[in-house]
């Protein structure tokens, strides 16, 4: 019966050992996978929050880009109207130049009449000429034609004609001043021909330069919305990620909290349960050692 008990304490020993072993095995790949699991859930709250920044960023930038493509098609839209608005300018002083250059030649050609009859052309008369016209939008018509009907002196039946020499010097006075004004348009002429020339150029190298900026601007904001998409599908991922995780962490957790049920008596009271035993076990063994010596003398 000793012999039994003993057997039965060592076993019991054995089963704590074991026990305990697996125990401490347990608790501590429990405690490392708990760990793991925080940090794992850590990098995923960093890996999101910096998708988050990152996605915040880029939204900023296409608006930015967005605000930028306005502002310059504004920019166009006001340079067009602003071009269109000096080239109806040139054009309609382009026109009064060369209504004002008409004029001049006609009445220019009046004054040949008197003055030299060789160079005179024989005006065609309408109803109301397009001259007349544009003399009356000018409202010079009227002092031209004093100065042409005023210069020719007297028929021959009223007074007698003016020397050669003084109708070459009144000819002179009154057809240069002609001529300087037919200079003077000329010239304007040319210079608003220039400008505009040059003003079309301006405009067309900034449509151009609008054009090709525009393009580049539509691109990046084609690849920011890739970019802010592919930080969307990181972000998703980090989340759902991050609940698979918090999840296995919750189990780990449920698991621990069961084993340290289960062993936290044992390893706390692992040392005394030993010494009883051993104890016992010594006590078992010394009273068997009583009884077989009791025993010997009798056989």
Same mark, same amino acid.
């Given at each position: 019966?000793?012999?039994?008990?003993?057997?039965?304490?060592?076993?019991?020993?054995?089963?704590? +050992?074991?026990? %305990?072993?697996?125990?401490? #095995?347990? =608790?501590?790949?429990?405690?490392?996978?708990?760990?793991?699991?925080?940090?794992?859930?850590?990098?995923? $709250?960093?890996?999101?929050?910096?998708?988050? +920044?990152?996605?915040?960023?880029?939204?900023?930038?296409?608006?930015?880009?967005?605000?930028? =493509?306005?502002?310059?098609?504004?920019?166009?839209?006001?340079?067009?109207?602003?071009? *269109? &608005?000096?080239? $109806?300018?040139?054009?309609?002083?382009?026109?009064?130049?060369?209504?004002?250059?008409?004029?001049?030649?006609? @009445?220019?050609?009046?004054?040949?009449?008197?003055?030299?009859? %060789?160079?005179?052309?024989?005006?065609?008369?309408?109803?109301?000429?397009?001259?007349?016209?544009?003399?009356?939008?000018?409202?010079?018509?009227?002092?031209?034609?004093?100065?042409?009907?005023?210069?020719?002196?007297?028929?021959?039946?009223?007074?007698?004609?003016? $020397?050669?020499?003084?109708?070459?010097?009144? @000819?002179?006075?009154?057809?240069?001043?002609?001529?300087?004004?037919?200079?003077?348009?000329?010239?304007?002429?040319?210079?608003?021909?220039?400008?505009?020339?040059?003003?079309?150029?301006?405009?067309?190298?900034? =449509? %151009?330069?609008?054009? @090709?900026?525009?393009?580049? +601007?539509? &691109?990046? =904001?084609?690849?920011?919305?890739?970019? @802010?998409?592919?930080? %969307?599908?990181?972000? /998703?991922?980090?989340?759902?990620?991050?609940?698979? *995780?918090?999840?296995?962490?919750?189990?780990?957790? *449920?698991?621990?909290?069961?084993?340290?049920?289960?062993?936290?008596? !044992? !390893?706390? *009271?692992?040392?005394?349960?030993?010494?009883?035993?051993?104890?016992?076990?010594?006590?078992?063994?010394?009273? /068997?050692?009583?009884?077989?010596?009791?025993?010997?003398? #009798?056989?």
């Amino acid at each position: 019966m000793i012999d039994r008990l003993v057997v039965q304490l060592k076993d019991e020993q054995v089963n704590d +050992d074991n026990k %305990k072993e697996h125990c401490e #095995s347990e =608790i501590d790949r429990l405690e490392d996978e708990v760990k793991s699991g925080k940090r794992e859930i850590a990098d995923l $709250d960093t890996g999101a929050a910096e998708a988050t +920044d990152s996605l915040k960023d880029v939204n900023e930038q296409i608006e930015g880009l967005q605000a930028g =493509i306005a502002e310059l098609d504004a920019q166009v839209a006001a340079a067009t109207a602003n071009r *269109k &608005k000096e080239k $109806d300018e040139a054009l309609e002083a382009l026109a009064e130049n060369q209504a004002a250059k008409q004029l001049l030649e006609l @009445a220019k050609n009046r004054l040949f009449k008197f003055y030299n009859p %060789k160079l005179h052309k024989e005006e065609a008369k309408p109803v109301r000429s397009e001259q007349d016209q544009i003399a009356d939008s000018f409202n010079v018509a009227a002092a031209l034609t004093e100065v042409s009907e005023a210069a020719p002196p007297p028929s021959p039946k009223q007074a007698p004609q003016l $020397d050669y020499s003084k109708r070459q010097q009144e @000819a002179g006075g009154v057809l240069g001043m002609l001529d300087l004004l037919r200079n003077d348009i000329a010239q304007q002429t040319t210079v608003i021909e220039v400008d505009e020339k040059h003003a079309q150029q301006e405009y067309e190298h900034f =449509i %151009k330069e609008s054009s @090709a900026k525009r393009a580049l +601007d539509a &691109k990046a =904001i084609v690849d920011k919305d890739d970019e @802010a998409a592919e930080l %969307k599908v990181r972000l /998703h991922q980090f989340k759902m990620n991050k609940k698979v *995780k918090t999840e296995s962490l919750a189990s780990v957790k *449920k698991e621990q909290a069961v084993t340290h049920k289960d062993c936290d008596w !044992l !390893l706390q *009271k692992y040392q005394l349960r030993k010494e009883a035993r051993t104890d016992e076990i010594d006590a078992l063994n010394k009273a /068997h050692t009583v009884l077989s010596g009791a025993e010997t003398p #009798s056989q």
